[in-house]
């Protein structure tokens, strides 16, 4: 990937933390790669290279400083929005595809050949699907290393290392020392075995209160829930489940993740990350939609409104789907009903630990009574249900987002909206207008808009490419 040399040396320079992520700064003469905020003295000119990620600094041979943890750094907007096969991969990648099904599996899920993938990656971001993946074990034995008391032996494990020997030579590569000395400096562990306390670094601002209004409405027992200014969930994850306790702080967001296998860190800090949308790029969507005088007062206001997403697909599938032409309220009473009857425990949803949404394998188990919605929307999520059990629809990520949107709305009951929806919140698409939602043109009428659908989807052209963005302000205008 081009990156514009006088263009990132200023980002330098001027040590821009809206740069962190997008690209890596690399000094030569000190051996080692930072954030392009890193507070210490910028590099001379003749010293620095610069790279598209942190796995393409560690293939020349630097390792991360030490000073502004450059691999805990947010990660590319860029991927995190391109609905291309490498910003696919990248997430899958983030989501330990690689670590569980190896490079075969990941090209399988993306239609490529292995040859064909590594190309692509590597002209890119400067590194194969391997490095990448090797550069995300390096940061998960790091988390594991500074925040729980485990073994390093159990560490080499847990972090998908295949062996000690290359859990330790890793380490030191990447880091520039062994993984004793890393634990030794960062003092005592502060967690269990299996529970892992971190910091989700993001790109300011981030409007707090817009994100945990969103989700608070939604919550539902056993499910979820918004308490004292934190957000927590149980995850449906890989290896096992967990649970996971997010509190926005000034600079960061506060994560306490408790997993029965920490094979799951990896992707439970990703998903984590994805439902916060903290790898957005606030400032440039604030930009773009500013620029518009009806939402200018808005955006200044609020700046920072992030669109919240999902840690399952098939779960905000189901949630749209039970929305459909009801209010809030009554969705989620349903939801309650339909989620006790699928667990088969009238107390499964009592207070404790959440447990996660029910999978596809449990709501098909589910009888008709149990459904208390109408039939016609009953066999629509069974439908899906039996689609996602089938393998035949991906409602994750790393899916293939104009696929995903066919094969949905071939689906009876899901229309333009439901499947826009689901683009915006599940397959993390920032460019999704929603002109026919009724909130959408309330909020728009509330702006001294039209709330005309056809009229306003015109207009709605201006907020490209985050229209996405526009229709989470407008519900908060409505």
């Known amino acids: 990937m081009e990156l514009d040399f006088e263009r990132c040396y200023r980002a ?23 954030r392009p905020s890193c507070p210490a003295m910028t590099p001379k ?14 293939r020349a041979g630097l390792r ?36 569980r099904d190896g490079v075969p599996g990941l090209a399988a899920r993306l239609g490529y050949t292995e040859r064909h993938l590594h190309r692509m990656l590597r002209a890119e971001l400067g590194a194969g699907p391997l490095a990448l993946a090797r550069a995300q074990r390096a940061q ?22 295949g062996s000690v020997r290359q859990f330790n030579d890793t380490v030191r590569a990447v880091y520039g020392a062994p993984p004793s000395q890393l634990r030794a400096v960062n003092g005592t562990a502060v967690g ?44 449906r994850l890989p290896h096992g489940t967990g649970e996971a306790t997010l509190t926005p702080a000034a600079d960061h967001v506060a994560a306490t993740l408790r997993l029965t296998d920490l094979r799951d860190l990896a992707p439970a800090v990703a998903r984590c990350r994805r439902l916060f949308d903290l790898d957005a790029d606030p400032v440039a969507v604030d930009q773009t939609l500013a620029a518009d ?65 029910a999978t596809a394998e449990e709501l098909l188990g589910v009888a008709d009574s149990g459904f208390r919605m109408p039939a016609g929307r009953r066999e629509t999520i069974r439908a899906v249900a039996r689609a996602v059990v089938a393998g035949e629809l991906d409602l994750e990520p790393g899916g293939d987002r104009d696929e995903t949107a066919r094969r949905l709305t071939a689906i009876p009951g899901i229309g333009a909206w439901t499947a826009g929806y689901l683009a915006m919140r599940a397959l993390g698409d920032p460019d999704t207008f929603l002109p026919t939602d009724l909130a959408v043109r309330r909020g728009a009428a509330a702006l001294g808009l039209t709330d005309n659908p056809r009229t306003l989807d015109e207009y709605a052209a201006r907020w490209r490419p985050w229209r996405s963005y526009a229709v989470i302000r407008l519900w908060r205008s409505a």
């Open 12 to 34: 330098v320079d001027s040590r821009d933390q809206r740069f962190d992520g997008w690209f890596y700064t690399g000094v030569t003469s000190t051996g080692i790669y930072c």
């Open 45 to 58: 000119r003749r010293n620095v290279r610069f790279f598209p990620s942190s796995a393409a600094a560690q």
């Open 64 to 99: 991360a400083c030490r000073r502004c943890r450059p691999d805990a750094s947010p990660g590319s907007p860029q991927w995190d929005v391109r609905a291309d096969v490498v910003g696919r991969a990248m997430r899958l990648i983030a989501d330990g595809v690689v670590d």
């Open 140 to 161: 998960t034995a790091r988390t594991l290393i500074e925040t729980t008391g485990l073994g390093l032996a159990e560490i080499a494990f847990a972090a998908g290392f």
């Open 192 to 235: 269990g075995a299996g529970t892992v306390t971190l910091r989700l670094a993001y790109r300011p601002p981030l409007h707090t209160a817009a994100l945990l209004d969103f989700l608070a409405r939604r919550t539902l027992p056993g499910v979820d829930e918004v308490a004292d200014g934190a957000y927590r969930r149980g995850l």
């Open 293 to 357: 005088p009806a939402l200018a007062a808005a955006v200044a206001a609020e700046p920072g409104v992030r669109v919240p997403r999902a840690v399952d697909g098939f779960e905000i599938t189901v949630r749209a789907i039970t929305t459909q032409q009801v209010s809030l309220a009554s969705a989620r009473s349903t939801l309650t009903h339909l989620l006790r009857e699928a667990r088969g425990d009238q107390e499964a949803l009592g207070p404790g630990a959440p447990s996660g949404f």
